[in-house]
């Protein structure tokens, strides 16, 4: 059974940093790509990040948190990492990962991520 689980979220202060968890299981980690979005609520859910599957990992990057999120996996852990600086209030979301399975995207539950002074 695939799962992900995501966990760091939290209350954090314009210009802080977090870094998100993603725990998976299930699956052969090392073989699938991961990534990470986020949805306020009443909005659709928008692309934040994802890295390819394999060791090296090349990675991509919404133009809105380049430069300031830097996502990361660990195959041995079968975690993949979001790091999060210089967090804004528009950075206020449900942040959820994702792995797409042939046609099937699997979906964690989330995490709150709130940015506020």
């Known amino acids: 059974q695939v799962r992900l689980v995501e966990s760091g979220g939290g209350l954090v202060q314009p210009g802080g940093s977090l870094t998100l968890s993603c725990a998976t299981s299930?699956?052969?980690?090392?073989?699938?790509?991961v990534g990470w979005y986020r949805q306020v609520q009443g909005r659709e859910r928008e692309f934040v990040a994802r890295?390819?599957?394999?060791?090296?990992?090349?990675?991509n990057y919404a133009d809105s948190v380049k430069g300031r999120f830097t996502i990361s996996r660990n195959n041995a852990e079968k975690k993949v990492y979001l790091q999060m600086n210089s967090l804004q209030p528009d950075d206020t979301a449900v942040y959820f990962c994702?792995?797409?399975?042939?046609?099937?995207?699997?979906w964690g539950q989330g995490t709150q991520v709130t940015v506020s002074s």
């Open positions: 994702q792995s797409r399975h042939g046609s099937y995207d699997f």
């Open positions: 890295i390819s599957s394999g060791y090296t990992g090349s990675k």
């Open positions: 299930g699956f052969v980690f090392s073989a699938y790509a």
